[in-house]
């Protein structure tokens, strides 16, 4: 869909809004599997190129990693991967939710290297917490790119990249936007056991057919961002 399109020349067309003006919340360096370290930026803003940057990327790159599992893997080695490899949300159309989620309630992220969109997350404010009543954020997105994940065409690129966003998510969410450390979301399946790993409690009467709810109080998030 996106293949070979100029996101500038769209903005300068008007075929795109322009994004937000970025902020950047957060800058570093990430060192690669091939010890190779690439400096990284976490942006806060609304942003369609970056979407589309999610979609045409991540699209491209899955589609690679299935054409390897079909045409160079045997029967068993792609079984493995298969069930191992994370696309539950590979489904997820970023242009689609920029466009649905664009409101002064919804707040984007993304992590960025000189060349990819590396991992995106969307939050939603104001969530009335089931563990107290407070107002927390909700998580209605977060993903990372396929090169980040188990995949068969290369070493994990970049790990923790996910976690590392999400703690950029809470800092810059406390510190500037006056939010509560606490927050919430629905659980994919296989991630369900990073929530657990770092104090989400599951309230099974919150649930979403397959999607478990998970909440974390104020304190096991300040001990995740390891500030307690």
């Known amino acids: 869909m996106y293949m070979n399109i ?3 020349q769209l903005i300068k067309l008007g075929i795109i809004p322009a994004p937000d003006e970025e902020v950047i919340i957060e800058k570093g360096t990430l060192v690669s599997s091939r010890q190779v370290e690439e400096s990284y930026l976490i942006s806060f803003g ?3 190129p970056n979407a589309i940057t999610c ?3 991540w699209s491209e790159y899955r589609l690679k990693m299935f054409e390897h599992l079909k045409n160079e893997c045997n029967d068993e080695t792609r079984e493995e991967f298969l069930s ?3 696309i539950e949300d590979s489904h997820w159309n970023w242009f689609n939710k920029s466009r649905c989620y664009s409101t002064e309630e919804y707040k984007w992220f993304f ?3 000189s060349h990819d969109v590396e991992a995106a997350c969307l939050i939603y404010f104001p969530k009335e917490s089931a563990l107290n009543q407070d107002d927390i954020f909700y998580i209605e997105f977060i993903a990372v790119a396929p090169w980040n994940r188990l995949t068969p065409l290369e070493e994990k690129r970049y790990n923790k990249v996910g976690k590392k966003l999400l703690q950029a998510v809470i800092k810059y969410s406390t510190a500037t936007l006056g939010y509560r ?3 919430c979301l629905h659980s994919l399946p296989q991630a369900k056991g990073f929530y657990e790993h770092i104090g989400m409690i599951h309230i099974d009467k919150l649930d979403k057919a397959q999607l478990q709810y998970y909440e974390i109080d104020d304190n096991n998030s300040m ?3 390891e500030v307690l």
Do not use: A
């Open 55 to 57: 979609d045409q990327e």
């Open 6 to 8: 100029d996101i500038n």
């Open 223 to 225: 001990r995740f961002l």
């Open 46 to 48: 609304w942003s369609l």
């Open 84 to 86: 191992k490899i994370q």
């Open 181 to 183: 450390y606490g927050f």
């Open 111 to 113: 992590l960025k290297t």
